[in-house]
Structure formats: C-alpha cells, structure tokens
C-alpha cells in the first residue's frame, strides 16, 4: 500500500508513516500467549518523514475526519470501560490548592478471579506466561494514536474560545479521560520569588487577555517578555493554517500555555515525536512545569538537559512530530536563543510547588503536625516502599532515568494502534504536589495515586500490606 493511498484513508500525514504496518496483522489478545510470536507490526517505518504534498482537499479531509470520529471514539470509551472503573468517587477530604476534590480508590480493574495480592506474589515471568498482568497497567493508546497530535480537555477549549475566540476543538478526535480525573482548572500558580502573594492567578486562566494585568508590576520585564511568549500561539501539526490542519477554522496554532496550563498542566494528550514507527510512539502526558528550577532532565524520555533545551525543542520539533521538513510547510517558529528562549526558561524557572506546611526544609514530615496515617507512609515511602530511592526529598525526584523494565509482565500487544512492548528508561518525575497531576505516570495509565501505588507494588516487588499501601497514599497527599 503506498503512502499516499495509506494518507486518504487515515487522514493524517502523520499516519501516514505508519498506519499501514497494522492494519495488515491480527493484533494479539490480552491472555496466554504463545511465545516469541512475531509482533503484528514491522520494526520499521517506510520512512522517517511526513509526506510534505498531500492532495486531498481540506473539504475531503474535514468530511472523513468527522465521519470517523464517532467510530474513533467509541472504541477508545470501549478501552478506557473495560481497563478501569470511571466513577466518579471524590475524597472531598483531600483537595487540591482551588478545591477540587482527589479521586480515591484503585480504578484498574483485575483480571477475572484475581487479587492484588496473588498478582504479587507471583514472578514476572508467571504474570506473563498467564497473561494476567491487568489491562489497566498496559501502555495507554492516544484516542487516535494512528495520528496523535496534541488534544484538548473540553473545558481548556472552551475557556480559550471565550478569551481569545481562537478554537483548540479538532474535528477527528476529542479527549478521552473524564474532567473528575483530571487536574483542577485553571490551576493555582506559585512563584519561588514571591511566596507571599500565594496564588498569583487568582483563579484565572493566563492567557495573553490576561498575562499582563496579573502579572505587571510583579515580574521584571525579560520574565514578563518570557510569559508573553508562553501564551503566544504558534504552528503546530494540526492547528496551522494549512489545508491538512485538523480544525475548521485556519489557526494560529497553540501556545505553551495551551498544555502547561497556569505554568501546570490540564493533562492535555500528545505522541512524542521521536520514535518511528507510529505504533511504537508513546503518549504523553503534560508535566507540570512547577519546581523546573531544581530539575536537570526535561522531557519524558528525551533527557533533555535545561529547560531552555526544552523550550526550543517543543516549538521546533514536537509540535511537528520531530519532523522540521514539515514544519517549513506549517509555519515552523524559530526562537532565538538569547532572548526569546532565555526569557521564556526564565519566568518557567519561578514556578514553585505548592505549600506543603507538614514538610521541614528537609523534605521529612513534622511530627506535631502529620497525623500517625501519614508518619506511617513516610516509613514505607522511605523503606519497604522503596519510593525514596528514585524520589528523595525535597523535590522527591532523583534527576535521573530509570527503565522499570515492564515488559518483563507481558506479551507484546497491539492495542488500538499502539504496540505495547517495552517503555524504556523515563524520566523520574517529582512527587511534591503530586495529587494535583492526575492521572500519572508518563502515558497517563494511572488514574489515581491508589492505582500508581499497585502499580509500583507489583513492577518493584515490595508486597506491601493493604495497611501500608493505604498509609503510602496518605502520605503522598501531604507532599
């Protein structure tokens, strides 16, 4: 199948690349597996580039892309129904900085007949030969992950169409993970400069209606030039001015902002766009970028050494799937290092935790002020737990890479586009003011800091009680 034939049924020129190696295989189903079966998609991609030429009309592409959505989505609603329990169970005793309440309880559903604890007492190997590694704990799919591209919670969308009147809604894909989920919107914005003003944003969303009243006369000009450009839209693979863009209207494209919500994150979705061939690319979850000040990797995989490396990487190549051939095509933003970038990585690097008032300045639980629940989980997290050794305090990250070595728990699969093999070294990410960025891990598999705490039970061997898990979460909401 030529890619160009491959690029009308599937609608994106980044499918294009890759779509074709799976859809000629039957992908494995989730169970006993017989071993060392090929994998239903090649290890290689046709090319590495994006077609830059397509001839399909923006007419023809708008009319499939709607057409295909609902089929698109249902089958990601079918995935995220059968892997976890989608209800909405607040913990309204625990909130985040705003108020919105913590999701609570362990959503990931078990195989049939199964516990928690026989999933722990069985080795690596026994889970994978019986394929009852759950389904929740599998690489998640993007909701279009034959494409990817960046995608928008609807009340982001909404808020931005209000302020701006510029519209983030694609016409082929929607967000899939449920607003209860997700972090609280907008977020609540602290700076390492002025801890006296606490929430500067004073509940509003930063955007470029709103940049300057909120922070003139707070920020010298170079860190208020640098926030100017966080808010600033530009090109990106699916929101340009292109005729092969995924929304109706032509775009300016999106800003920094647009996921890294108040200098946080909205969970907004995306594929990292180093790694070919498309079943094989990740997604990714947005980071927070709260605390960069004290961190040395940024990017999930991608290591990348300072925040000013991040900054011109995202706008130079992820907002292109990697590909600066067709960024030329889209409008490609070259920012220039000494200022623009500088200024940007500067007013990033003030964006602090929030106030975690029962940690010393050593990270450590005060006594008089934890409750016994929590001094509890402060002995897992530093012991049987072993959470302190990648998460040490005070930032309760170790500002390194660590391959966990999943694959270790099941056979390769193929779901909904996405080849579940292997994850690779990832970045380890800081825990403190961790209950504000639901959902975790990398690809957002985890909905609830409960999930993640079985997660790391299993993959690391610990076999923690039912005691000590339930204290381990408690202690991580007062991080």
């Known amino acids: ?33 017989k071993s060392q079966a090929p994998l239903p998609v090649p290890l290689r991609a046709e090319s590495s580039y994006i077609p830059v030429d397509n001839d399909a009309s923006f007419e023809d592409i708008h009319k499939r892309g709607v057409a295909a959505k609902p089929k698109m989505m249902q089958r990601q609603r079918a995935l995220l129904q059968e892997r976890y329990d989608l209800a909405n169970r607040p913990l309204k005793a625990v909130t985040m900085t705003r108020g919105k309440p913590v999701q609570v309880g362990v959503r ?85 400069t002025r801890p006296d003003l606490g929430d500067v944003s004073k509940g509003e969303l930063v955007t470029n209606q709103t940049f300057y ?9 170079k860190q208020l030039n640098g926030l100017r450009l966080l808010v600033t839209q530009f090109p990106q693979q699916q929101f340009n001015l292109t005729h092969d863009r995924r929304s109706v209207k032509p775009s300016g494209g999106v800003s920094c902002f647009d996921c890294h919500a108040n200098g946080h994150t909205n969970a907004s979705t995306h594929l990292v766009g180093d790694i070919r061939p498309q079943p094989f690319r990740k997604r990714i979850d947005t980071p927070t970028l709260r605390g960069v000040h004290n961190q040395r990797l940024f990017g999930s995989q991608r290591a990348l050494k300072t925040v000013e490396d991040f900054t011109e990487f995202e706008q130079r190549a992820a907002y292109f799937d990697g590909d600066p051939v ?36 050593f990270g450590r639980l005060v006594p008089a002020l934890a409750s016994e629940q929590e001094l509890s989980g402060e002995k897992v997290f530093f012991g049987r737990g072993r959470c302190a050794e990648c998460h040490p305090p005070p930032l309760f990250s170790d500002n390194l890479m ?24 990832i970045k380890t990410f800081p825990l403190r003011g961790i209950k504000e960025s639901p959902p975790y891990l990398h690809d957002d598999r985890l909905l609830t800091l409960d999930d993640t705490v079985e997660y790391f039970n299993l993959v690391l061997g610990t076999q923690l009680t039912d005691a000590e898990k339930r204290d381990l979460v408690v202690y991580l909401y007062a991080l």
């Open 402 to 425: 660590h391959d966990l070595k999943v694959e270790r728990f099941y056979e390769p699969v193929l779901v909904s586009g996405r080849m579940a093999a292997m994850d690779g070294p």
């Open 213 to 221: 009243r909120l922070f003139n006369g707070i920020l010298n000009p």
């Open 108 to 192: 990931v559903k078990l195989p049939q007949g199964a516990t928690w604890e026989q999933l722990a007492r069985m080795a690596p190997a026994e889970l994978r030969q019986k394929g009852l590694w759950p389904r929740g704990f599998l690489p998640l799919p993007h909701p279009f992950h034959e494409e990817g591209g960046m995608v928008f919670p609807n009340f982001h969308i909404q808020e931005i169409r209000r302020q701006e009147g510029r519209d983030l809604e694609r016409f082929d894909v929607e967000f899939d993970l449920a607003d209860h989920f997700l972090p609280e919107f907008p977020p609540a914005i602290f700076l390492t």
């Open 1 to 33: 199948m030529s890619a160009r034939r491959v690029a009308g049924v599937v609608l994106g020129a980044a499918a294009v690349v890759i779509l074709a190696f799976g859809a000629a295989a039957q992908a494995p189903t989730q169970g006993k597996s």
């Open 326 to 361: 067709i960024a030329t095509k889209k409008g490609q933003n070259i920012l220039e290092r000494g200022g623009q970038v500088q200024d940007m990585a500067e007013f990033q690097e003030l964006l602090n935790f929030p106030p975690a008032p029962k940690l010393d300045v």
